[in-house]
């Protein structure tokens, strides 16, 4: 399955604002298959385990406190050549920089507010996957 998942969170501020739904139209739009989801609150040892790996980044304590501020909206998205398609689909981190058209462009604030995580390899993809999901919870044909 390597390629052919990643992993999106829509962030606590866009589901806030009511982008949830639309996020998701425009990934359904853009040929993805939802193969699991869940609406839930990260507590703040989830928050931290999870972004475990900017640690030592100066925003590391901003981003955990972001991520814990409302529920967000978690899904393993498949398509062929997932990561990728995706990442193009979503534009990069700083919305200012995103493509128009792009879902960050569109709904996202700033670089710390970008509406939406994706997963920025095949290898993270599953980790990341495997963080929120078990495999009962995954619809997989």
Do not use: W
């Amino acid at each position: 399955m390597t390629g052919n998942i990643t992993l999106t969170m829509i962030k606590p501020l866009a589901v806030k604002q009511g982008f949830a739904g639309p996020i998701l139209a425009r990934i359904n739009d853009a040929g993805f298959r939802i193969i699991a989801m869940k609406y839930m609150r990260l507590s703040e040892a989830q928050a931290k385990a999870f972004y475990d790996v900017h640690r030592e980044r100066p925003f590391y304590q901003d981003l955990v406190k972001s991520m814990t501020s409302g529920p967000i909206v978690a899904a393993i998205l498949e398509k062929e050549n997932a990561v990728e398609a995706y990442r193009a689909l979503i534009g990069p981190t700083d919305p200012a920089k995103a493509p128009e058209g792009s879902i960050r462009r569109q709904f996202g604030v700033s670089i710390e507010a970008n509406a939406v995580h994706g997963s920025d390899s095949d290898e993270n993809a599953i980790i990341e996957s495997n963080f929120f999901f078990s495999q009962l919870e995954r619809f997989i044909d």
